[in-house]
Structure formats: C-alpha cells, structure tokens
C-alpha cells in the first residue's frame, strides 16, 4: 500500500506517478489456475472513472460474467484464426470460404491488428457506416464473421460482451437499387430461351426445359449423377451438390445443404421426361452410373462428359444463359434481370399454378420449411377449392 491514499471510495486509491495523479481501482479474484485468490489492479485517470469499473467489475463478478482484463490482449487476428478452425468442422467448404474472404477483405484491416477487449460497439457501428452505400446483404454478410469471432471470444472468457449484439443493420437500399426478388417466367418464355440456345447447344437447350421442369438449385444440377436419373420411377433424387471453390477451381462434392434438400423430386411433364430418356441414350457414359449426368463446356470447346471437369453453372451463365436471354427480348442485367436461379422460381410457380398443394411443392423444391415456401409462392397459388374436404366431411358424418 505504500504510495497509496485511500479516496472517499472504498477500494479505489490515489497515486502519484511520473505523469502525475493516477487513481488505482483495486479488487480480489480467484486465479482461474491456481485456484488462489490474488489482488489485481487497474489505474485511471480520475476517480470516478475508477469508481465506475470498480462497481462494473464487481458486478461481473457476482453474475458470473467476469473476464479477466489481460485475457482480452489478445489481437482479434488470433481469435479469427481459431474461429475459422472450428467453423471448419461445422460449416460446408463455400461458407468457410465465404467468411475467409469477408474477414480477410473486410474485417481484418480495420480489427486484425486490435486488442479484442478493445472493440467497442461505437467502433462496429463506424465500421458498417464505412462500408458505404452498399445492400443491407452485403453488411450482413460481412459482419457475420466478425460477430461469430467475438461470439468466439465471449464464450471462451476473452470479453465480457459481444458489441455487435446492439449494432443495428442498415435496412434501406442504396440509392437506385431496388429489392431483387425472383421472376416467374411463362412456359412461352422458357420455350424461347431453349430455342435460343437448343440454335448451338441442344443438349443446354434440355437442361434449361429439366431447370424450369424440376426446380434444382445450380449446385444440385452440377452434382447429378447418371444413377440419379430415375425414369421408371420419373424421379431425380437429389444426393449431392458439387461447387467450385476459388482461388484454385477445384470442386467440392457433398451432401445437399439440409436434411430436406436430400430429396426425390418428380418429373410431370411426358414431354421432359421422354427428352430425357433420349438425352441419357445418347450419353457416352451412361453405363458409368456415377458419370456427371450433365456434360461441361469451356466457351466453344466440345462438351465433357468424363467428370474430369462438372458443369459449371456460372460459366453457363455468362456464356450461354445471359446470351439467350438476352436475344429473346428478356431483361438480362445482372442486378434486375433474369438469373438461372429464375429456372427455380418458375418451376415452383407453375407446380402450384397446376394445382399441386403448397406442402408437396415445398417438399419437391426442398425448402426447410413450407412458410418459407409459402412466403415466395403465395401470390401464385390458386385460390382453395373446398368440395371435395365438404364432401369427405359430410360423408364421414353419416350425412
């Protein structure tokens, strides 16, 4: 205590030092080690500054949210890395990518190199602002690697908090840009980008009937199989997606991304499905039941068939799909036009225009739950017919 003078609060002395008056907060803990009880210290440079950690101090104490102060020194690159080893046993490999770009491009110039314990809400809230007029998407995107990593920290003792739990996400768009939500293309529409690129490609001319007929994510498509094909049956079962990762463009092959998108998904035009038997007739790997079902392409080169290489849905794309499109009189802009994802869209409202029910359509496109299925499709839906319920309850009445 020599060099100390005790103040009016209790627990919180005066000092004098090189730089003048310093006020020490000082409080017990137990060592998280040794088990011992040892006494820490903390200087300020006014007494109720030290007051006030004193009384925060005490109260993490007694709720059990305690963090050692030198814990939090660590640089948040460190926990990065250890959150990204551990996301890598939980995550599929595009998402673990997804966050290594976020933090490496984003993050981590403006926090690798701080304290952890360091990173205030005031400097998340900054950070965002930062970002510039860019999608509300693009900010959730890039936080989320950051809020998992202090996520990370808090659970492991390194801080008391996480500051982004109170940081709010711009919800407006940026100036010009509109909500991208799915276009629901006609069967006139689809026929024409088909004949559109059927001109050069016939066989991406059927792929395009079989996205629009049954509703397969892009990933899915590329990770079909010969033995995934099932005509008597008139089914695709969905087993596996494969996506190209970059830098290196190598594939990754893996189950579908949920439980439910895992699935056996119907073939219901006779058109299609004839089509199709003729497609796998022809194809020079078709004894091979684990051959791609669908060839690749480089640009004009001639479709591979071997696996060697998967068919490449952005490739397809730019250099097929946003042609035709294009050629046909559709909106072809990357931020408001017609995606292959559209395909999808358009399969599922034409199931629902057909009369099928909301929870089959939900199942065939392997939604994980039929409100969100019913949240992108119900204006297409057509309206209940209540007959047939008013006669099976009626007859199981006895009237």
Not at 126 to 153: C, E, M, Q, R
Not at 271 to 284: F, I, K
Not at 309 to 316: D, H, P, R, T, V
Request: hydrophobic letters at 40%.
């Amino acid at each position: 205590m020599a060099g100390l003078v005790k103040t009016r609060t209790a627990g919180v002395y005066k000092a004098q030092r090189a730089k003048g008056t310093v006020f020490i907060a000082r409080w017990r803990e137990v060592d998280p080690v040794t088990g011992k009880g040892r006494v820490r210290d903390k200087a300020f440079p006014t007494e109720a500054a030290a007051r006030d950690f004193l009384i925060k101090t005490k109260h993490a104490q007694a709720t059990g949210t305690y963090v050692d102060p030198n814990q939090g020194k660590v640089t948040f690159r460190e926990v990065a890395e250890q959150w990204l080893t551990i996301a890598a046993t939980q995550v599929r490999p595009r998402t673990l990518e997804n966050y290594e770009r976020s933090l490496r491009l984003r993050v981590l110039p403006t926090f690798g190199a701080r304290q952890i314990a360091s990173i205030t809400s005031r400097d998340v809230e900054k950070w965002v602002a930062d970002l510039g007029d860019v999608l509300p998407s693009t900010v959730k995107h890039a936080i989320f690697p950051l809020s998992g990593t202090l996520n990370y920290a808090r659970k492991h003792g390194l801080i008391q908090a996480n500051p982004c739990d109170v940081v709010d996400r711009p919800k407006r768009l940026p100036t010009g840009r509109q909500k991208r939500t799915g276009v629901f293309l006609s069967r006139t529409q689809v026929a024409a980008i088909v004949r559109k690129v059927a001109e050069t490609e016939p066989t991406y001319g059927l792929l395009i009937r079989f996205g629009a007929g049954v509703g397969l994510r892009r990933s899915e498509i590329a990770g079909l199989r010969v033995r995934d094909l099932r005509l008597p049956r008139r089914e695709v079962h969905v087993e596996r997606m494969a996506e190209r990762r970059h830098p290196g463009g190598t594939w990754v092959v893996q189950e579908p991304k949920s439980a439910r998108s895992r699935r056996r998904v119907p073939i219901l035009d006779d058109e299609l499905l004839h089509d199709l038997g003729l497609h796998l007739a022809s194809h020079p790997w078709r004894q091979e039941l684990d051959a791609p079902l669908w060839p690749a392409k480089f640009r004009s080169g001639p479709l591979n068939y071997d696996g060697a290489e998967l068919w490449n849905a952005g490739s397809f794309y730019k250099h097929v799909f946003v042609p035709a499109v294009a050629a046909v009189g559709l909106p072809a802009d990357p931020h408001s036009g017609v995606r292959f994802h559209d395909l999808r869209h358009t399969c599922g409202s034409q199931w629902l225009a057909d009369g099928h029910d909301m929870f089959s359509v939900s199942r065939w496109l392997g939604h994980h739950s039929i409100a969100f299925t019913d949240a992108v499709y119900a204006h297409v839906a057509k309206e209940p017919d209540y007959t047939a319920a008013i006669e099976r309850t009626r007859r199981a009445r006895g009237l």
